[in-house]
T-cell receptor, first 115, second 113 residues
Framework: DAGVIQSPRHEVTEMGQEVTLRCKPISGHNSLFWYRQTMMRGLELLIYFNNNVPIDDSGMPEDRFSAKMPNASFSTLKIQPSEPRDSAVYFC?????????????FGSGTQLSVL | AQSVAQPEDQVNVAEGNPLTVKCTYSVSGNPYLFWYVQYPNRGLQFLLKYITGDNLVKGSYGFEAEFNKSQTSFHLKKPSALVSDSALYFCAVRDVNTDKLIFGTGTRLQVFP
């Protein structure tokens, strides 16, 4: 299995532009998570889906952020409009199912720089 | 609320020496604890987990972790460090109410030749 695939690996954009990050989870996994990593705040859970349905989006910082999972093999995280403080590494992770016993498999992340 | 704390930002150890990366937890109910490792420019990788049972948990790459209920700790250990173990290590706890995985702030391990 290729693991969790994220694209792009790097994104540089200007303030005010729309940014779309993409994620393909591991085939057969039912849960998908979006995390953001910064030096100041560490790893923050933004949103997670179970069976393509958003379960908890309480970590989404503002209305500028939105996430979708139209099917079991694809998810997007969109920022519109982007701001310099959104600069971070965004990780997608998937797991076979929800539950306290389940481990997460992470993608390699998208390094976002908003100028 | 469930949380974990990693009191050390960085741990330095010489190759061949034992290493310990510290983690303490605060939970209501049974703790479900994890360790993940992050190599440069990579996503996090699962190392090991404690759900129930033996207090000493063995994981990937020769790592192990000791669950101590009285001290509310879950320290990561390895008997003999390798230079290739140099990475960022995260302790995490599963929130049983929300199913979220809550990460600590991370500890950078530097192993010197």
């Amino acid at each position: 299995d290729a693991g969790v695939i994220q694209s792009p690996r790097h994104e540089v954009t200007e303030m005010g532009q729309e940014v779309t990050l993409r994620c393909k989870p591991i085939s057969g996994h039912n849960s998908l998570f979006w995390y953001r990593q910064t030096m100041m705040r560490g790893l923050e859970l933004l949103i997670y889906f179970n069976n393509n349905v958003p379960i908890d989006d309480s970590g989404m910082p503002e209305d500028r952020f939105s996430a979708k999972m139209p099917n079991a093999s694809f998810s997007t995280l969109k920022i519109q409009p982007s701001e310099p403080r959104d600069s971070a590494v965004y990780f997608c992770a998937s797991s076979l199912r929800t539950g306290v016993n389940e481990k997460l498999f992470f993608g390699s992340g998208t390094q976002l720089s908003v100028l | 609320a469930q949380s974990v704390a990693q009191p050390e930002d960085q741990v330095n150890v010489a190759e061949g020496n034992p290493l310990t990366v510290k983690c303490t937890y605060s939970v209501s109910g049974n703790p479900y604890l994890f360790w993940y490792v992050q190599y440069p420019n990579r996503g996090l990788q699962f190392l090991l987990k404690y759900i129930t049972g033996d207090n000493l948990v063995k994981g990937s790459y020769g790592f192990e972790a000791e669950f101590n209920k009285s001290q509310t700790s879950f320290h990561l250990k390895k008997p003999s460090a390798l230079v290739s173990d140099s990475a960022l290590y995260f302790c995490a706890v599963r929130d049983v109410n929300t199913d979220k995985l809550i990460f600590g702030t991370g500890t950078r391990l530097q192993v010197f030749p």
